[in-house]
């Protein structure tokens, strides 16, 4: 028996020998004269009235009682034990090249599509082997992936996907460097292609250095869409990017991708290709030529936000933002939050910043050398290196999972999670040990989740033995 069971055993015996014997006492006469409730008439028991239990100090002190033993049981019922999982193959005939992200349509096709850094999306059917894989998408031959963190790094299928056939992703360039965000239709003759001369470029960012790329694209459950942006590169931020709201630069990014808004640039009116939501939470901000605040940021204050999600259940937006030299860090993402980078790295100071300035500290964070656990607010957390953002487990299969957000690290090959309810992290803790470089996660329409090893190979997450 689960400690869980045999807590939520315990109590309920409890409970009901407590009641027992607190209804006997009630039911006996005293001075409530509550003894009509044990009518031997069998007579229907008048209803309690809590003015006269108040006045009743050992009836009173007896339900007080009663009802402090029911939160308990009700706590002790919600705080269920994370349990471990396992990682089964799927897809074992398919050999992918550097997978960074996998989704699937919102059709009812049961085709997932797979990102390759090398600029490929494949298609796979819902339990297929994965052999022979169509080909959704290639631009290869624009050579996305020159330094280690660019490549092909985002997908994302608009809410009405079935009927309209667009699709956006986000990918990098050279000469000048660039990120590139850009909307595509599937082919009028091929639901299985993508064509490539219907490209429409939605955002196109310059981008400092080589690194920090970000690039998770999704849309919210308002409609939304959402995009991550690194702070730009290289180490500490130099340009101040993630703190500067002038800059797309280490934000993450609301836009309503349907509409189109009117703004000026350097005194100059323009059309974007995108609408601003009227309430993103700079929207207010008087123009004022390249100093502007950004109106598309929805949050800011972010290193590497490598992957984020939405907890389909509560709404609420949470990302790994992956750090420097010591802390890692998850999460959960508001309207206008600073996230504290580069100010902050994790909870801790890491550069001057404005005296007064307020900051939100992630959710959970831990860091890259045991030592330094005792440092940290999460002491029994574990190290590591790199975190990879990953999803709220909502589906059915494994009820024992059900509201864990799961994450990993992409060095050692941890995965970790926790239960966050009513505003505070409750359960957290390791779920696995395993060796392989976990690239990404993935979450299908049913809710189930999987996991992307660099290495090629696809993963569905389990729970062993489950309840």
Known sequence: MSDSLRRSSWIRVNFDIYFCAARGFLVRKCACDFDTLGNAFGQPAPPLSLRRLARCRPCHRALLQILALL????????????PKIELRPVFPVLKAELPVGMVEAPDGSGRFFLLEQDGRILILRKGSDGKEPKVFLDIVDRQPHVNLEEGLLGLAFHPGFATNGLCYIYYCQQNPRRSVVSEFHVSAGNPDLADLKSERNILVVPQPFENHKAGQLAFGPDGYFYVALGDGGRGNDPFNNAQNTASILGKIL??????RSTVTDAGVRKTLAYGIPADNPFVGEPDLYEYSVRKEIWAYGFRNPWRFSFDRQTGDLWAGDVGQ???EEVD???KGGNYGWCVKEGSHHFKPGPEGARYIDPVIEYPHDAKLLPQSSFPDHGHGACVIGGFVYRGKKFPSLQGVYLYADYVLGTFWGFRYRDGQLHEHGILLKQPKNIASFAQDLDGELYALAYDGHIYSITVPDNP
């Open 71 to 82: 939160a308990l049981w009700a706590g002790l019922a919600s705080a269920q034990p994370l």
């Open 254 to 259: 609301r836009i309503d991708i349907n509409s």
């Open 325 to 327: 030299d010591t802390w």
């Open 332 to 334: 959960l993402v508001v």
